[in-house]
C-alpha cells in the first residue's frame, strides 16, 4: 500500500513510499483510511523535533470505513464508518490505564511516530477506540474529531467554563479555534490572540465567532482584554500556542484568581514568571489528550453540527501532493489541512 512515512531521524526525511499493508491482530479491527489531518505535531515530526521512532507511517487525525474484523472486535462490521483516538498501544494494567486515563500511561506507545500511524491505505486498530460516525457527519468533518476531543477535554472536562464568562484562547491553531468553539457552546465570550502570520486563522475564528481577534504584533492585547473586562482580565485562558511569548501574555491576561490552561505543546523548557500563580492565586490546569467519553461528546457535537468543521477545512490535497500540504500547515496559510488516501482531486477552500 502507498504510506506517507518518516525514514529517518532530523530534519526531513519524509517521503510518500511502498508500505507492507498492516495484518489485525485480536480485538482490532482494520480500516480503510478516507481522511487525516495535518497537525502541528507533523510539523514538529518533519523537523526532527518531536520523539519519532523512524521509519514509522506519519498520521493521528483521522476517520475511515472498516473493512475486516474479527476475534475481539464483533462490536464493528464491514462498512461501518469510524472515527478513532490515537491508535495508541498503552499497557492496560497500570493506575491511569485502569482508571481510564490511558493518555496518562508511562508505557504509552503513540501511533503516528512511535508507531505506524493513519497516513496510509489501511490502519489497523484496537476497536475499542473507534467510535461510529453519523451517515451525514462528512469524512473531512470526522478527520477533525481528534483535535475536537483535545478542546472538549480542556474546556469541559479539565476546567469549567461559566456562562457569561471572558475567555482568551491564545494561539489559533486548530487546537485554539475548536477550543473557541466549544468555550463559546458552554456561554461565554472569546478572544482569540495570534500572530501576523496568522491573519488567515484570526479570520476564521471571527467567523466562528470570536468577540475579538488580536494580532499581537500590532494590538495591545492586554489593553484590548482590561477593555472588555473592566479592567479586571479574563476569567480563563488556554495556552494553545506553545511558546514563551504567548505563556507570558496568558499570565498577564488572566484576572486574579483566574484559571489557566495549558494544552501548547513547549518545544523544550521555557522561562516564565513562575510568581504569578501565587501572587494571582491561580488555578493552573494542564490538559493533554482526551479519554474515551470525551469522544462521545465529541461525535455528538459533530453531528447535531454544534461544531463549524467545514469552516476549518482550508485545504484537501491527495497522497502525492503531502509536501504542498506540509507547507500550507507550515506557513500558516492553511487552517486544517487533509490529505486524502482515496483519490480525490486536490480542492483547494477560501
Ligand atoms: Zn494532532
Ligand atoms: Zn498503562
Redesign the pocket.
Same mark, same amino acid.
Given at each position: 500500500m502507498r504510506a506517507i512515512v518518516k525514514t529517518a531521524p532530523g530534519e526531513g526525511h519524509i517521503e510518500l513510499r511502498d508500505w507492507p499493508e498492516p495484518t489485525r491482530r485480536w480485538g482490532e479491527v482494520k480500516i480503510r483510511v478516507a481522511a487525516v489531518g495535518i497537525c502541528g505535531t507533523d510539523i514538529h515530526i518533519l523537523h526532527g523535533t518531536w520523539r519519532c521512532d523512524p521509519p514509522v507511517v506519519l498520521g493521528h487525525e483521522w476517520c475511515g470505513t472498516v473493512v475486516e474484523t474479527g476475534p475481539g472486535a464483533t462490536h464493528l462490521k464491514p462498512g461501518d464508518r469510524v472515527v478513532a483516538s490515537n491508535p495508541a498501544i498503552?499497557?492496560?494494567? #497500570?493506575f491511569?490505564?485502569l482508571a481510564g486515563n490511558?493518555f496518562m #500511561?508511562?508505557?504509552r506507545v503513540s501511533a503516528g511516530y512511535m508507531i505506524d500511524g493513519a497516513l496510509a491505505e489501511f490502519i489497523c486498530i484496537d476497536a475499542k477506540r473507534c467510535h461510529h460516525l453519523p451517515d451525514h457527519v462528512t469524512f473531512q468533518q470526522a478527520c477533525i474529531g481528534e483535535p475536537l476531543s483535545v478542546a472538549v477535554h480542556a474546556v469541559i472536562e479539565r476546567t469549567m467554563v461559566h456562562s457569561g464568562d471572558l475567555v482568551l484562547v491564545s494561539g489559533p491553531g486548530s487546537v485554539g479555534l475548536l477550543t473557541m468553539q466549544v468555550a463559546r457552546l458552554e456561554g461565554a465570550r472569546v478572544v482569540v490572540a495570534g500572530l501576523a502570520r496568522d491573519a488567515a486563522r484570526l479570520q476564521c475564528a471571527r467567523r466562528l465567532g470570536a468577540e475579538v481577534v488580536v494580532n499581537v504584533e500590532e494590538q495591545d492585547l492586554l489593553e484590548v482584554v482590561r477593555d472588555l473586562s473592566g479592567g479586571r482580565g479574563v476569567d480563563l485562558v488556554y495556552e494553545c500556542a506553545g511558546s514563551e511569548d504567548s505563556l507570558a501574555g496568558c499570565w498577564e491576561a488572566v484576572r486574579g484568581e483566574g484559571t489557566l490552561c495549558v494544552l501548547g505543546v513547549h518545544p523544550g523548557p521555557i522561562r516564565t514568571d513562575f510568581n504569578k500563580i501565587m501572587m494571582k492565586e491561580l488555578r493552573v490546569i494542564g490538559s493533554y489528550g482526551y479519554i474515551w467519553s470525551t469522544w462521545q461528546r465529541t461525535v455528538q457535537l459533530l453531528s447535531e453540527r454544534k461544531i463549524d468543521a467545514d469552516q476549518m477545512i482550508s485545504h484537501i490535497f491527495p497522497m502525492e501532493e503531502y509536501e504542498a500540504a506540509f507547507r500550507v500547515t507550515q506557513n500558516g496559510s492553511g487552517i486544517k489541512v487533509v490529505l486524502n488516501p482515496g483519490l480525490l482531486q486536490a480542492t483547494t477552500r477560501a
Open positions: 498503552t499497557c492496560g494494567r #497500570c491511569h490505564c490511558d #500511561c508511562a508505557d
